[in-house]
């Protein structure tokens, strides 16, 4: 389970540190790509990863919607298997869409990690928790 956030620096070449607390869950492996709905990007453990692979596998090919989504998804995922200081290599064209510089936002989302521009973090997510919570909203989705 990845809960938390934390804030970490890239070193020069690009790579993130894991947080500690989410490395044993990483060690076999993780694919990182762009988020389909933010500008962020998304890591999940390959077994996450196989899981959505699988659900995306039954949508219809011809569906445009379907097409675009596994166009995202799938042409800037990249596998990757942390080093032995926990550090991964996060892409130029990865760090390029999700506008991450020197600075990332790791959030933890239960069953992935997000990865944030920390002021894209802070206006789009904890400035719209502020202007935007629907307290009705939550309590239609039961939680």
């Known amino acids: 389970m990845f809960l938390g956030e934390f804030v970490h620096t890239l070193d020069s070449k690009g790579r993130l540190t894991i947080p500690a607390k989410f490395r044993d869950q990483l060690a076999a492996g993780l694919v990182v790509t762009r988020n389909p709905s933010d500008r962020c990007l998304l890591l999940m453990p390959m077994t996450e990863w196989t899981t959505l692979t699988e659900k995306i596998k039954t949508l219809p090919l011809t569906d445009r919607r379907t097409a675009l989504l596994r166009r995202v998804l799938f042409s800037a995922a990249e596998d990757l298997k942390?080093?032995?200081?926990?550090?991964?290599?996060?892409?130029?064209?990865?760090?390029?869409?999700?506008?991450?510089?020197?600075?990332?936002?790791?959030?933890?989302m239960d069953s992935y990690i997000e990865l944030w521009n920390p002021a894209e973090w802070d206006e789009q997510v904890l400035q719209k928790l502020d202007d935007d919570i629907d307290a009705e909203f939550f309590a239609a989705l039961g939680v």
Do not use: C, N, Y
């Open 82 to 108: 942390p080093d032995k200081q926990g550090r991964v290599l996060v892409s130029q064209r990865l760090r390029e869409f999700a506008r991450i510089d020197a600075e990332v936002m790791v959030a933890g």
